[in-house]
Structure formats: structure tokens, C-alpha cells
């Protein structure tokens, strides 16, 4: 699947299992809440958002593996970099990084690095925004320097955003877990399929085998169509006052 449609799926994921899993202490320690007489279970409507977002970059992910990847575009030569890195450890694309222990793996050692390290926290959060905002097409046409800055200057102001909200990050492991898994899901649901139980090789396509084609004309104009309302819809529907 392309960058946008995992991303999307993986902002879908957050805003219909977050609500449900909000009693977890997981999710609740250090949260902060704001005053708006709307709550959704124990999270407030910044931090549904934020995590939204931030879910939505954690789809990106498992495509670290592939420096011609969008996520691999994001911050320039600082993701390139990663990326190549990366897809030598996984053994190339759609190898280690789109499995479940991938997933379970940055989701726990993000949870740890957010109770332990603030500043990693922090890096970990304004490096997910990036990615999601450079999924849903955040940048100039063509120009990938000027891209570059556009996301760094619209990233800054998201992350100053949820800072003066009092957004608590307590959740940012599960977010990252979910993002991962969500994404193998989706490649699962192509034709290549996915190692999800890596180091077994065998790859994985769904049983009912929908065997959707990377960027081709479903992809684009009708499912892309499709999770856009989806997003809309889960919205309004988790915060609206009850």
C-alpha cells in the first residue's frame, strides 16, 4: 500500500481502539486533560487527536525498510540515511520491520523510552507527526529541500500546539504498536503478502486474499476516497458531547 493510505489507516485504527482501551493505566498515567466538558473514556479530545496523528506516522514505520519510501523522504538526508540503515538489518523491503514482533518490539521500546527519557520521548513524538504529515501529501510539488522545511516548520507547530495543551504521552507506546501492526495488516490485505510471524519467512496474504495492487486505481480513487470519511466520521462521532 501507498504512504497516504497507511497513514490514514493507521489514524482509523487509533481513533477506533484508543476510546476502548482508555482505562488501561497505560493510557491513563500522566495524562493531562483540558477543560472542554468532552471526554472520550479517560482520554481528552487533545489527546485523541494527538495520538491520531501520531498513530498515523507510526504506520509509516515498517516501510523504514525501503529508502525509496515516503518515509524515507520526510527529513531529507537524515531519513534517507535511517532508511538504508535499516533495510540492511531487515534484509531488504517487506522482510523484518513488517512483522509482529517489529510491532511489539518499537511499541514496548517506545513505552520505555517515553518513562524514561523525555527527550527521546520528544524526538520519538515530533519524528511521527513528520511522517504523518509527509504521508498525507504535506509539502512542495517537486522541490524535495523545500519539502523538507515545510514539514519541519508545520511538525514545530503541531508539536508546540499539543505542548500548550498539556497533551500527556502516557499512550505513545500503544499508539506506535498499533501504527506498525495496522500497516502490516494492510500489506497483508496486497498481493506480496508479509512475514508477520518473521524469522519465518513464509509471507502472509489475507484469507480472503483481496490482493490489492500498490497505487493502482482502487488504491487511489476509491479506497483513499473511503478512509478519508471514515476519519471524518470517527471524529465527530468521538467528540461529540454526550
Known amino acids: 500500500m501507498m504512504g497516504h493510505t497507511h497513514a490514514m489507516t493507521g489514524a482509523i485504527a487509533w481513533l477506533g481502539l484508543a476510546p476502548p482501551l482508555a482505562a488501561l493505566p497505560l493510557l491513563t498515567e500522566s495524562s493531562r486533560f483540558i477543560e472542554t466538558g468532552i471526554m472520550v473514556g479517560a482520554l481528552g479530545p487533545a489527546e485523541l487527536i494527538a495520538g491520531a496523528i501520531i ?4 504506520a ?3 516501510d523504514l ?3 525509496s519510501a515516503t518515509i524515507a523522504q520526510t527529513f531529507g538526508p537524515v531519513t534517507w540515511l535511517l532508511s538504508k540503515g535499516v533495510s540492511w538489518l531487515a534484509g531488504g523491503h517487506r522482510g523484518a520491520t513488517h512483522s509482529l514482533a517489529f510491532a511489539v518490539a518499537l511499541g514496548l521500546g517506545t513505552h ?4 524514561t527519557y523525555p527527550i527521546g520521548r520528544d524526538i520519538m513524538v515530533v519524528l511521527l507527526i513528520g511522517l504523518a504529515l509527509r504521508a498525507i501529501g504535506v ?3 517537486g522541490n ?3 519539502s523538507a522545511m515545510v514539514n519541519i516548520g508545520m511538525t514545530a507547530g503541531l508539536y508546540a500546539v499539543f505542548l500548550s ?6 499512550w505513545l507506546g500503544l499508539a506506535v504498536g498499533v501504527g506498525c501492526l495496522i500497516h ?5 490485505m496486497t498481493e506480496r503478502g508479509c512475514p508477520v510471524l518473521w524469522p519465518l519467512g513464509v509471507k502472509f496474504v489475507l484469507p480472503w486474499k483481496i490482493g490489492i495492487k500498490t497505487g493502482k486505481k482502487f488504491e487511489q480513487k476509491i479506497l483513499a476516497p473511503l478512509l478519508s470519511v471514515a476519519i471524518i466520521g470517527l471524529l465527530f462521532w468521538r467528540l461529540a458531547p454526550v
Do not use: Q, R, T
Open 139 to 141: 509539502g512542495i510539488p
Open 60 to 62: 509509516m514505520l515498517p
Open 184 to 188: 502490516v495488516v494492510g500489506d497483508c
Open 65 to 67: 525498510d525501503h529508502p
Open 165 to 170: 495543551l498539556g497533551v500527556g504521552y502516557a
Open 112 to 115: 520505555w523510552l517515553a518513562n
Open 55 to 58: 498513530c498515523a506516522g507510526a
Open 144 to 146: 524535495k529541500l523545500g
